[in-house]
């Protein structure tokens, strides 16, 4: 059974600060990572996806995977309030070819 | 990204009643569907994946009775929440990728069934 834990929530930040969120799992197969944010009552948006070791760049968002330490992280730079939501990482491949959810990181950025 | 339209958007439904959502691919044509459910708090889980042309494939636990599946065009996929129950009340997403690359989710639709 594939598993995808993330830090536990919820997280608050103040504006301007940056957000740590981060994610294990458990298929060392995984070939495909992605976070996602929802808003409350929304449909998941794809935020980033990363499919190999190192760091991935986009605006204030920052992924990082470590394959060898089954570990991807999201760093959001200059928090806004805008970016309250909870994100979800979702990880794809290995024993099974489908995409396996977290259950989500609450952030909370504070004004 | 490619885009997923899902209708509606939310339902609220008598005990006992069927409900069908649809999810329209509006830019590309979608042989496949996949379609997922999230309870309060929980993370989204995938239900099954639906084939145009063919039978649907349900995960582990899915009563493919109770959630009934059709794909019947390459634009438009549905699926109908059979005899409902308080406890199907849930957030119901579809989704055009398996998830290999990145996958783009319809709006969502908040089944209540009181």
């Known amino acids: 059974q594939k598993e995808v834990e993330q830090n536990s929530g919820p997280l608050s930040v103040p504006e301007g600060a940056i957000a740590s969120l981060n994610c294990t799992y458990s298929?060392?197969?995984?070939?495909?990572f992605f976070w996602y944010r929802q808003y409350s009552g929304k449909s998941p948006e794809l935020i980033m996806s990363?499919?190999?070791?190192g760091d991935k760049e986009d605006g204030r968002f920052t992924a990082q995977l470590n394959k060898a330490s089954q570990y991807v992280s999201l760093l959001i730079r200059d928090s806004q309030p805008s970016d309250s939501a909870t994100y979800l990482c979702?990880?794809?491949?290995?024993?099974?070819?489908?995409?396996?959810f977290g259950k989500g990181t609450l952030l909370t950025v504070n004004p | 990204g490619a885009v997923v339209s899902q209708h509606p958007s939310w339902v609220i439904c008598k005990s006992g009643t069927s409900v069908k959502i649809e999810c329209r691919s509006l830019?590309?044509?979608?042989?496949?569907m996949f379609w997922y459910r999230q309870f309060p708090k929980q993370s989204l889980m995938l239900m099954a994946t639906?084939?145009?042309?063919?039978?649907?494939?349900?995960e582990q636990g899915v009563e493919k009775d109770k959630f009934l599946i059709n794909h019947a065009s390459l634009t438009l996929s549905t699926l109908t929440v059979t005899s409902a129950h308080p406890e199907d009340s849930s957030f119901y997403i579809c989704?055009?990728?398996?998830?290999?690359?990145?996958?783009?989710f319809g709006q969502g639709t908040r089944l209540t069934v009181v």
């Open positions: 979702a990880v794809w491949g290995g024993s099974n070819y489908k995409l396996t």
């Open positions: 298929d060392r197969g995984s070939q495909s």
């Open positions: 989704s055009d990728s398996p998830g290999d690359t990145e996958a783009f």
């Open positions: 830019d590309f044509q979608a042989t496949t």
């Open positions: 990363i499919y190999s070791n």
């Open positions: 639906s084939n145009e042309g063919s039978k649907a494939t349900y």
